[in-house]
């Protein structure tokens, strides 16, 4: 979700001056086959607006690329750096989102709900017919895009979400939730030591854990990609370049870790995952938003992102990362990521 849930209100100084809750998504309405929320699904209809420096959209931009799902749902693109009214669009031209007319995210969950209190998240999927907001529920859009959209996937999709599988990628997906996508939050925005300490034992001990699991097999459940797999990418992909130095996850880089590191560059150079990052994003959003923990808006020139595209070996351990699909296309036109963003 939005890197700023719950502290828009008191703009980009409040954060790590009180303590980190992640509050629900207010907008769960789902996109379906059936349209039983009123929303069916439909090529064209709807439009993704995400960051490349969020670690909750950058889960449906790996989706949708794996799945195929570039012309059936558009893309939006909002600006690494916030302002007091959050994601907005002034990397298109006039400021404005093409598609939606809007230069801000707010504007869409106001035609959606006048005075919504709340914070304005990515990802967040919008009706381009009203301009209202659909859904900005992060952790169900994903397995929606999976197993509802089915009827536009690409051929060669691969399942993402198998049905056989769900209960052990459910619990897997859990524990990494609550201790590494959500425990680097915790730690960096804690208001007090001790809350800090704890979130940071958090996310050191299923990372552990996580690479035990990692060293004998190459993906965390099964033998393809799943959801699990893109859940905890966005966050390892991450750790290095901010959680490490700005969020006080300092025991170990994953680079210090041979599993993790390996793990992550395998995913990294797999097509539909490192096409869809932006370590300039990224880096900027971090540390140029979260003034309260940055004051200075200093952005670190590292880390080396070289070592991102070196050989990994982990196709040692078997696995087929598709299963019986095939990789996605190229990137469509103007969704490259920059230069400036790639090691």
Not at 116 to 126: D, E, M, R, T
Not at 225 to 238: G, K, Y
Not at 334 to 343: I, K, Y
């Amino acid at each position: 979700m939005s890197d700023t849930e719950g502290h828009e209100q008191d703009g980009n100084d409040s954060y790590g001056r009180k303590p980190f809750k992640r509050s629900r998504s207010h907008f769960a309405d789902r996109i379906t086959a059936d349209g039983r929320d009123g929303w069916p699904v439909e090529a064209g209809r709807y439009r993704l607006v995400v960051s490349r420096a969020c670690p909750w959209a950058s889960r449906a931009l790996v989706s949708r690329r794996l799945l195929g799902l570039e012309s059936a749902l558009s893309l939006a693109v909002a600006d690494p750096i916030q302002d007091d009214r959050s994601w907005r669009f002034t990397l298109d031209e006039d400021g404005k989102d093409p598609v939606l007319g809007i230069g801000y995210l707010s504007e869409a969950y106001d035609a959606r709900e006048t005075g919504y209190p709340g914070g304005v998240s990515v990802p967040a999927v919008i009706d381009v017919p009203t301009g209202a907001l659909v859904t900005n529920d992060y952790h169900r859009i994903t397995l929606d895009l999976a197993t509802e959209w089915t009827a536009l996937h690409r051929e060669g999709a691969p399942d993402l979400y198998p049905e056989p599988l769900r209960d052990e990628i459910d619990s897997v997906m859990d524990g990494i939730y609550q201790d590494v996508n959500n425990g680097v939050y915790r730690a960096g925005f804690a208001a007090g030591q001790g809350e800090y300490e704890a979130a940071y034992t958090d996310v050191f001990r299923r990372l552990d854990l996580v690479s035990e699991r990692l060293a004998g097999r190459r993906y965390l459940v099964g033998d393809t990609i799943t959801e699990a797999d893109i859940r905890l990418f966005t966050t390892l992909v991450r750790f290095d370049a901010v959680y490490h130095g700005h969020f006080k996850c300092n025991r170990s880089k994953i680079a210090e870790d041979p599993v993790l590191w390996a793990y992550v560059r395998d995913l990294y150079q797999t097509p539909g995952f490192g096409d869809t990052v932006d370590f300039d994003h990224i880096k900027r959003h971090y540390y140029q938003v979260h003034t309260g923990i940055n004051p200075t808006g200093i952005v670190p020139l590292g880390p080396d992102l070289s070592g991102w595209l070196t050989p990994h070996h982990r196709e040692q351990l078997g696995g087929r990362p598709f299963g019986d699909g095939t990789p996605p296309g190229p990137v469509p036109p103007g969704e490259a990521v920059p230069a400036s963003g790639r090691p």
